[in-house]
């Protein structure tokens, strides 16, 4: 592990940590040559799908695509970074329990949207736009009306 001070490749760990539902190692290491101390991460590598773009193109799963999605979707909006990082490995389980080797991008962003919409409707709207790329301002409404029958629909069931 290279030191992120000096760029030195020798440093020793000096504490491991399980890191939230144990699915991630933290490493607390120390340069040996500068003393710097600096934390790294280890997760399992898993094998998740090809993506396959609209225009036929092939390209790994990137997770970070995904949290800069979310992230841009829910600037200015209560939520917090372990929730989008919850997000984003909800939808990498997801994706892992298709069992496939590729899949379409959109099934990926039907993955996002789904979770978005449960988490902040205005997340979701605002990543629908862009998602969706909706040519006029009907099929935006449509949409909009769409999710508020959705929370009608929900707030007659809760009060039922």
């Given at each position: 592990?290279?030191?992120?001070?000096?760029?030195?490749?020798d440093?020793?760990?000096?504490?491991?940590?399980?890191?939230k539902e144990?699915?991630s190692?933290?490493?607390?290491?120390?340069c040996?040559?500068?003393?710097?101390?600096?934390t790294?991460y280890?997760?399992?590598?898993?094998?998740?799908?090809q993506v396959?773009?609209?225009?036929s193109?092939r390209?790994?799963?990137?997770?970070?695509?995904?949290?800069?999605?979310?992230?841009?979707?829910?600037e200015?909006?209560?939520?917090?970074?372990?929730?989008?990082e919850k997000?984003?490995?909800?939808?990498?389980?997801?994706?892992?329990?298709?069992g496939?080797k590729e899949?379409?991008?959109?099934?990926?962003?039907e993955e996002?949207?789904e979770r978005?919409h449960?988490?902040?409707?205005?997340?979701?709207?605002r990543?629908a736009?862009?998602?969706?790329s909706?040519k006029?301002?009907?099929?935006?409404?449509?949409e909009l009306?769409d999710?508020?029958?959705?929370?009608?629909?929900?707030?007659?069931?809760d009060?039922a």
């Open positions: 592990m290279r030191c992120p001070y000096c760029t030195s490749l440093n020793k760990v000096v504490d491991s940590r399980m890191g144990g699915e190692i933290r490493r607390r290491r120390e040996l040559k500068c003393e710097g101390r600096f790294t280890e997760r399992v590598e898993e094998m998740l799908p396959i773009k609209k225009d193109r390209e790994p799963f990137d997770r970070l695509k995904i949290l800069s999605g979310l992230k841009k979707a829910c200015k909006r209560p939520i917090s970074m372990e929730m989008l997000t984003v490995e909800e939808i990498e389980k997801a994706l892992q329990e298709k496939l899949i379409p991008s959109t099934v990926v962003g996002v949207m978005l449960k988490l902040d409707e205005v997340a979701y709207v990543f736009s862009v998602y969706r909706f006029d301002i009907n099929e935006f409404m449509s009306k999710i508020l029958g959705s929370k009608e629909l929900k707030a007659l069931k009060g």
